[in-house]
Every structure is written in structure tokens, then in C-alpha cells.
């Protein structure tokens, strides 16, 4: 990246917006168009494409119109009501999978599920045929697809500091995204994260805009290439191998409160703008076909029904002709709404809704609104005319698809290629005591649960929204961090050992430990009272002590989707590597960490912090520019083989009295962890005792109800859960059981006063495991208030029964998901 030029831009943007907070008046939402920097969309509008619009839209009934602002997610909707609802676009959801297949599924299923849509769409009778837009998720390549090149994640891609990457990498996403039939991607995030709680901070590039300014137009033009005029679709951008992007989430979501998902951004306009709003400017005028509205708030105003912020400054100042598209149901969230009727979003600026479970009652009641006038006809006519020109200049009224379906795209070597580069230049030295580079003929130790595992280095957005529940074999074209070091190591005539718990008979010279997060994404992935790492636990730091015990040098490859308090990880290693989510070329990492034989570097480390890496627990909010500034490692940090740097032994006071923010996992391996705890009543009628499972030693619990009273058996934690989130966001309790005796009376199970009769599934055959899972939203509607759960778990019968449970947790895989009655 050219710093001059940034540094450049940032004064005069900082010059245009000297003295706007004095200027503001009104409301803390209200918006002053004058003041935010002006755009243009490039290559939307021209004379031959609003013709062909103007003419397409004579002949469309109202019904038709209302059709195209609506979309609707392939798991709500089939392909024959298409042929009655004429709608304008659909999505595939972060766990929807394609028609009758697998959620992890490769290229085919995909293109076939696109195809079924299109067709059906095509037969509806009479009316005007309009295309359909098919929409995904392509947060770090095409990731919804087995096989794809899964590039490294935003905040890894920060650190790179390379916009002529980042627009090779839109380039290369967007030809995955196009093969597998898909035709708009839903991305990229141009948020500005500024507090590291948020569970999607590793989005963004950066917590500065300057980066996220020099990325946003490369990432447009990679995507979907340079719009040009209309031809009748020849050579659109579809044609060209492109897809349509939507950037996102428009505006002030990495700004919210606490770094709350979905939250209020209560920042001044100046600071919405100068911050906020900057990866917008170069994404319009790089010709993004479209714009994705946050579900966050500005000073208490929804962006879904923010007027002054859709239509006065990004339509109006910003000069965006391209449309507006809602999040998963976010215009339900604006006050006097609901996922199925929300006129004030439509009227507000937003052109598609994403509708996708709502949208037939959406559709009925936009139509009605329209027909009565609370929607104006103008209104609907300017969305359906932005819609129509971005399907125009997608190239979708013309049947050529020239890339959907062709092999050797997905997963091509060159794309590999690339992530693989990706993957060298994102890395950043943290500390190095001479042990980096590794020789390739040592002996070397690789640990770590993140060592061997693709999922874990690919985070969130991998094969399934929240990124879980993924093995190896899921990535056929992929290679773990393991892997691409073995493979260094032995090239050179060393050996490596792979062993998780880092045991090992004969001492080698090295231990490579790969630890870090696991996968999560949206919601699920905030922190609320501390950036601590593993707190409580430490299993990660006490692996690291043991080898150091044992004499062994430790380099630590830390894999995260933000920056992390982690002073004492860092004093029990030798070297410490900031890996971020590498994605699926693990090989990278091998690439600077071992040498050759002489232990010469094959590569440097060239990656710098986009994100200022905490001293303490407590730094939530740590950005360049504030006042005061005190980091452990500052914006821009990266230590080299070139340019190498002395870190010295690290305070490990982290600031923050020891805490859990877990509200997910209730019993894991054999323990409940904080702040949760078995309690049973009475406790003369109730027993618990350890039992294996899982081919776990005391991995289990075995409860056995006496049966000369009622009884129960509860989770608790110290303070009632606010679980509203992962209810709307469609998460299940699940739990494996196994009956040890049949129960004599009914079972009930529990959240708060939603009470759902589990006799059924507690009379499954003696002595074998069974799993269950129970969607939160069937607990909703017996009754609890998922705003307010004390016990998440409470199992209880009159009779007579003794089962083991054991994994009692909150999951986003539906699978297999049952609906209990409600217990009488």
C-alpha cells in the first residue's frame, strides 16, 4: 500500500469535514447531506440501459413490481411458487442448503438449485419474464461451496496492506461465485471495526479507514469488473466472469455501542463520515451494483428506515444508482414493523427486502400498501427501475451463463495460488527470539488444536454460517497448517511430528504449537466483558509452559479473528505469529516459517497490524488516533527477518476481574463451564454421577430420578441469560442422551416457563446414544422468555427414570432439529 497517497487522502477528507460537527443541528440522526463527500456510480446509467428499463417497466403489473423488491432464502421458499409469486431475487442463507442435498455440498447441487429457481421462475404464465438475481454470502471466497478457494479473512487481508491483491482476490471470488451459479455476492463488508468485542471484527480490514478507503474500489472492480453501457447483455458482467457486489453494511456497524451486533453506533455524524462512511465514496465510484443496509442503529434510528442516511446521502450526496438491499429480516427490526409488513423501510430507501422466511406475507402486505397508498407508486417505480437496471447490467436478460457450471473454476490451482500468497503477506511478527526461521532439516514438533484443522484456520463463513461443525474432509481442495509444514519440513530433509497434546518420546528442536478461536460469526462471536484469551481454562498457555518446561523452544501460530490479550501466551513462546483465518491454504505459514536447510528464509514476513493488539483486558475500544493511545503493539506493527525487534517479558495483569461470556456451551467435556453448574431438586431424589461417553473417560453425567417425588435437574448460571439473539438467529439446544432405564412418569424439558414433554425421545432403546436437538424458538412459543433464561436446562419427571447426558449446548446446525409438545 502507498502510505503517501493514503495519508493524502485521509487529510483532505479530514479537511472537508473540519468544523461539520459545529454545522450539525437537529436530532443526533439527522443527517446533513452537505457534509458527507460526494460520488457518483460509474457505468450505471446510460441512455441505451434506462431505455431498455423504461420500456420493461410499461408493461409490468403492480404485482410484478412489488415481485422485485422482494427475496426470499432457499430453505422457505420452492421453486414452484415462483411460478406464482413473481419475485425478484433469492439467497442462499449462510445454512441453507441446496435442494435436496446435502448443507455441504459441492459445485453441482448449487448450479442445479440455481437452475430449478430460474426455470420455475421462467414459466410463470402471462406477465412480463423477469430474471431472478441468486444471491450468497462470499465473505472469504465462494464459501458456502465444498471445494472452493477459501481466501484469508478481512482482518487478515488488512494486514496484507496490498489493494492489487485484494482486487486479484475479488477477481478470483468472483469466478468461484459465477460457477457455481450464483450471480451476486454479498460482499464486501466495508465496516470500520473500533471495539474488538465485536463477533464480526475480523470483516473488516481494518479498525482505520485508511485501509478500508484503499481496499473498497479494489474489491468492486474485482468482483463484478468495470460496468459499461448497455449492449442487450452480451458482454455483461456475468458474461466476463464477474458477479454482482453488494457493499455492506451500510452504515456504522463496526461502530455500535460496546461492540454489540446489531447495535447503536452513538457516534457524532462528523465521526459517522470520517470513520464510518469512507469505504463507500470508492465503492460507488468503482460502480458496486449494489448496497446492503446494516441492521445496526445510528443514535437510535434503524438503518433499515433511516430516510436521511439511504436516500437523502447515499442516493442523493453519494450519487448511488445502484439499490439497496435489506439484511436477514432487518426491516422487522424498525419500530412499527415486522418481518412481514414494513412500508417504512420501502419508503425509507431501501429497494429489495431480504425477506427470507417472511416474504409471501410480505409480499401481500407491500401489494396492499401500494395499492392504498401508503406506499407511493413513485417510490416503488424508483426501486424496481434501480433492480432492473442492475439485472440489465448483470447481463442476466441475456441465457448466456458462460462460466456457471464449468469445472476446473472451483478450488483452480491458480486461485490457490493466490490465497496461498494471500496467506504469506497477511502474517505478522510479533515477537522473535531467534528461533524464526525454522531450518527444514530440524526435528520439529507441531501442536495445537489448531494445528490439523481446516475449519479452525477458516473461521466463521465457512461451509456454514457460524463455521462449525466442519472436518478435513469437507475441504478437498485444502491443506492444513500441518500439512504445508510437514510438507516444508521433509522437503528439507528434517521430520515432523504431528501431536496435538504435544507429547513426544524423543525431544525436538522446535515445537510449533497452532492454537487460537474457534469459528464463530455473527452474534455468537461477541465478548462482552473482557478480550482475554481462554480465560479460566488456559489450556493453550499450559501446553505452552509444559514444552518450555521440557526444554523445548515454542513458536506460537495464533489464530484469531481479532487481537487478544494473550501476555502470558506470549511470554511461554519463543516466537509469536499473528495468523488471524488464514483460510484454506494452511501451506502459507509454512512458506516464512521454514527455511531452508541452512535456515535461510524462503520468505519475510511483510505483514503490519491493521488493528492495535491490546496491553491489557479491558482495551475494548483501541484505535489509532485516540487519546491516550497505549497498546501493546501499535497500528502498523510487524517485526521481519530484515528488520527484527526485542519484545520483552509482557505484564499478565490483564485488567479485568476473571469472567466467562459464555451463554452457548452448557456441559462440554465432562464439565460445565463457567458461569454455569448443576443443581438438583430435591436433592434426596436426584443423583449425578460421572459416566463415560464419547470413549471419554467421565466425559458424561448419569441423573437418576428416584421417583418418590417430583424432581429436577438444571444448568444454572449466575445471572439469567438474554438468549433472544440466538433464538432469532435459529439456534437449537442439543444434547447427547442415552437411557439407562425407562422413565415411569413423563419427562419434561425446560427453558424458564416454556415446558416441552420429552417422554417421546426418553423412551429411545436401553444402553445406546442418541442426540436431541429442540430449536429456542419452540421453548419461545411454550412460553419462555428467551430474554430472560435462568436455568437453559432443566430435565424433570415424577417417575422414576436414569439416563446420561452429555455435549449440552447451544447449536446453529439445524439438522435433525425437533419440535416437542408443549407439556401439559
Known sequence: MNTRTLRVAALLASTVLSGAAAAQTGPASTAHPALWPAAKSQGLVDPATEAFVTALMSRLTVEEKVGQVIQADIAHIKPEDLVVYPLGSILAGGS???????????QKPWVDTARAFREAAARRPGGTPIPLMFGIDAVHGDNNVVGAVLFPHNIALGAAHDPALIRRIGAATALETSAAGFDWAFGPTLATPRDDRWGRAYEGYSEDPEIVRAYAGQMILGIQGAVGPYTGGKDGVIQQGHVAASAKHFLGDGGTQDGHDQGDARVSENDLIKIHAQGYPPAINAGTLTIMASFSSWNGQKMHGAKGLLTDVLKGRMGFDGFVV????????????????????????????????????????????????VIPMARLDDAVRRILR??????????????????????????RALAREAVRKSLVLLKNDGVLPVKSSAHVLVAGSGADDIGKQSGGWTLSWQGTGNTNADFPNAESIWSGLKTAIEAGGGHATLSVGGQFDQKPDVAIVVFGENPYAEGVGDLKTSLEYQPGAKTDLALLKSLKARGVKVVSV??????????????????????????????????VLIGDKAGKPRADFTGKLSFSWPKRADQFRLNRGDKPYDPLFAYGYGLSYAKP??????????????????????????????????????????????????GVQEAGRQITFAGDVPALLSIVGDKPLDLSFQTNAEMALSFDYRVDAPASAPVTLAMGAGRLDVTPPAGAPIGRWSSLKIPLKCFQAAGTDVTKVAAPFELAT???????????????????????????
Open 96 to 106: 441453507s442448503p441446496p435442494l435436496g442435498a446435502p448443507d455441504r455440498s459441492p
Open 326 to 373: 435489506g439484511d436477514w429480516n432487518g426491516h422487522g427490526q424498525v419500530p412499527g414493523c415486522k418481518p412481514t409488513d414494513c412500508p417504512t423501510a420501502l419508503n425509507a430507501g431501501l429497494d429489495m427486502f431480504m425477506a427470507p422466511d417472511s416474504w409471501k406475507g410480505l409480499y401481500d402486505n407491500t401489494l396492499a400498501e401500494v395499492k392504498s397508498g
Open 390 to 415: 442492475v439485472k440489465a447490467k448483470l447481463g442476466l436478460f441475456q441465457a448466456a451463463r458462460p462460466y456457471e457450471g464449468r469445472e476446473g473454476v472451483i478450488g483452480a490451482p491458480e486461485h
Open 558 to 591: 495464533f489464530l484469531g479473528g481479532r487481537p487478544l490479550w494473550v501476555n502470558p501466551e506470549i511470554n511461554a513462546s519463543d516466537a509469536f505469529v499473528a495468523a488471524w483465518l488464514p483460510g484454506s491454504e494452511g501451506g502459507g505459514i509454512a512458506d
Open 645 to 694: 525487534g526485542k519484545v520483552g517479558r509482557l505484564s499478565e495483569v490483564s485488567g479485568v476481574k476473571a469472567v466467562s461470556d459464555n451463554v452457548v456451551s452448557y456441559f462440554v467435556g465432562g464439565k460445565t463451564p463457567a458461569p454455569f453448574a448443576f443443581q438438583i431438586a430435591p436433592t434426596t431424589s436426584v443423583q449425578i454421577a460421572p459416566v463415560d461417553a464419547g
Open 798 to 824: 415424577a417417575g422414576t427414570f436414569k439416563l446420561s447426558i452429555a455435549e449440552v449446548r447451544l447449536t446453529t446446525d439445524p439438522a435433525g432439529a425437533v419440535c416437542p409438545a408443549k407439556a401439559r
